[in-house]
C-alpha cells in the first residue's frame, strides 16, 4: 500500500468508519468487535474509490443485513448470543455475493474484492442476512 492508500485509508478510518461503528452498535445493541484488513482492502491506484467503494461493498450491506435480523427481539438476541466478531478483508477476492461471507465459531467473515461489483449491495447484504439466519 503506497502513501495515497494510507491516507486515504486513515482519513476513512477515522471518519466514516466511526460512524460506521456507531451505526453498528445502534442496530446491533452492543459492542461487537469488528477487524477491517486495512491493507488487503487498500489497492495500489484505487485510492480515489475507497471512500465509495467500501461502504457499498463492505458497511452498507452488513449494516442492512443485520438490520433485517435484528427487526424483533428474537434476531437480536440471536445476534448477541452468536456473533462476537466480524472480519473484513479481501483474500479469496470474490465478487460473488454468495461467495463473500462464511459464518464459523461466532466469526463473521466478509471477503470481498474492494472495489468490484460495488453497486450489488442489496445481494450481498441478502447473501450475509441468509447466512446468518440459518446458523443463529
Known sequence: MGLAERRIAKAFQENEYQDFLKEFKNVVGKDIEVKVDWNSISKDGMSHLYEQCWPQVYFQPLVKA????????????????????????????????????SFENGVLTLDHMPTTNIDNMDDRAKAVQMLLENNL
Not at 434476531?75 to 472480519?87: N, R
Open 66 to 101: 443485520l438490520e433485517s435480523i435484528c427487526s424483533d427481539e428474537m434476531g437480536k438476541e440471536a445476534i448477541h448470543e452468536s456473533l462476537q466478531k466480524i472480519v473484513i478483508k479481501d483474500e479469496i477476492h470474490t465478487a460473488t455475493p454468495s461467495k463473500w461471507s
